[in-house]
Each structure stands twice: as C-alpha cells, then as structure tokens.
C-alpha cells in the first residue's frame, strides 16, 4: 500500500485536506531558542501540532523500509545518551568530532533521495508531498531543510547517515576502535594511543566524499583526550572506575537546586526542569539520587518528583 494512500485512510480529513497540509508544512513552524550545554543558544524549530502528527506517522510507515545503523545511538529505541557513553568506558583514548550546522545541511533534495531509494518506484507528486512534509523553509538561504524540532528529523538523519556509518563502524571494526554516533557528535576510542590521529584523516575523507547528504566536519570541536584528562561523551563523564558518571559540576548544580527546592525558592517552571534532570541522574547514576535522599530526606524528594 502506498504512504499517501495510508495517511487517507486513517486520518480524519479529506484527501485534499492533507494534500495541501503537506505542501504547506515547511512553512507551519515557530521558532525559540534553548540553552546548549557548551554555553549559547540553539535554535529550535518546531512544526505545528498538525504537521508533528503527520509526520510521526509517516516515519513509522518508512522505518519499516529503511536501515539506521546501530552505532547511531540517538533516538532510537533502545537507545540513549547513557549507552553511547558507556560504549566507550572501556577505552583510555577519545576522540570527539562534530559534524557543522547538521540538520541545516540536510535539505529537501536529501530527504528525496532517501525515500526514493527505499520507494524506487514511488510517483513524483507522492514523492513531492512526502518530502515537503518531512522539511521546513529556510527562508534565509532560500531552501528547504530538516529541523531541528521536528520529530522526523532525528530518523531521517540517521537514516541518511546509514551508510557513513556502516563504513566507519567496519573500519574501526579491523582496528579494535569502537565508534558511536549521537546525532551531530561522534566518538571513537581505543586503547592504542597513536591510532586516533589517523582514523580523524579516514572520517575527513569519509565526509568528503558524502553526496547525500554533503556535510562538513567542525573542526573547532575536534577534542582528543585521555584517561588521565577529564573525558566526556555527550555530556556524560567516563571516571577512572570506568563507569559513567554525571560528573562533579552537574551534580553540584542538582545538589544546588534540590537545596533550594527544599527553601521553596524554585519557580514551578525550575521545579519541572529539575525533576526532569533528577530522572535523567536515576538513569545514570541511581546511586547519586540515592545520597540525595539520605542528605535531603526521602520526603523532600518524593515531594520534588511529585510536586
């Protein structure tokens, strides 16, 4: 059965309705900006309650047809930020490299190319539609491009990385490296010390010869580091004990704002955000929650995760 022909079927509108649903959805998005983790901004952008639910619907149609790698650790089920971290705690040497302006440099011709290859036989005007659904207008650069807000975009990038990833994994498959991939982040490590240096030649070549989609690594964020510096994979800590850890300065910040929680001098906005951060550290590290309820009390924390 074909894509459209689903999405008639099962959703409550007419199929001119979703016809021009689709042809419009590039340009149904609002824009904020959130905090990075490394200081700045980053923007969101992020598609209307509409296009959002045409859009989970139709990955889950196209999932079925098309491979992700399982080096690419973000969003996909079973994955997670802990277990792309913990792929490496084994290692003493780290490489990190990020990929430039990623979804940005995913653009409609991109996303065309990736469903054609799983629908070869797909018509143009279905096509059209599938691929103005899944991108929004970059109305600065005059194109059409993933965003970052969209809950298509994580599959789809990772679904057009597929095949940088299966190249890198078994280059570094033959050399005991092992590699992962969170979205934009990349790391690799070993335990060989030299070898780092020259996979960073082998990905800059890799990427070269991309074609969809073309990206550029950011060498600015290129980081080589060791078991006896202070070594992070998306935001985690890898310990001497080789464990993952939230590391020093995130639990003092939780310590710092569960101790004002306790004060009653968080917003209900901050008071959200913690218990979000909290979840995150019980996933992580459960022990650290744990000492949290013995300094704190068990009834301050029920009452954060309640409140």
Known sequence: MKVLDQL???FPMSPQQLRILMLTAPYR????????????????????????????????IIRKKIPVHRCATAYEPGSSI???????????????????NFFPSITDMDVSHLIKSAYP??????????????????KKNEKFVLAAGAPSSPFISNALLNQFDTELHLHCLSQNVVYTRYADDIALSTNAPLLLSELHKFIRVL???MKHPVLKINEEKTVYTSKKHNRKVTGLTLNSQKQVSLGRDMKRELR?????????????????????????????????????????????????FQS
């Open 8 to 10: 008639f079927t099962d």
């Open 29 to 60: 998005y609002k824009f904020f900006h959130i905090p990075k983790r490394s200081g700045g901004r980053r923007l969101i952008s992020q598609p209307a309650k509409e296009v959002k639910w045409l859009q989970r619907y139709v990955i889950e």
């Open 82 to 100: 802990f277990a792309n971290a913990e792929a490496h705690v084994q290692n003493r040497f780290l490489l990190k490299m990020d990929f430039k």
């Open 121 to 138: 036989d797909i018509e143009d005007g279905e096509l059209e539609l599938i691929v103005r659904l899944l991108v929004m207008s970059d």
């Open 207 to 209: 990427v070269n010869e």
């Open 256 to 304: 710092a704002a569960v101790d004002k929680f306790r004060k009653n001098e968080l917003s209900q906005e901050a008071v959200s955000t913690l218990r979000g951060k909290l979840a995150f550290a019980l996933a992580v590290e459960p022990e650290f929650v744990l000492r949290l309820r013995t300094h704190y009390t068990d009834e301050v924390i029920t009452r954060l």
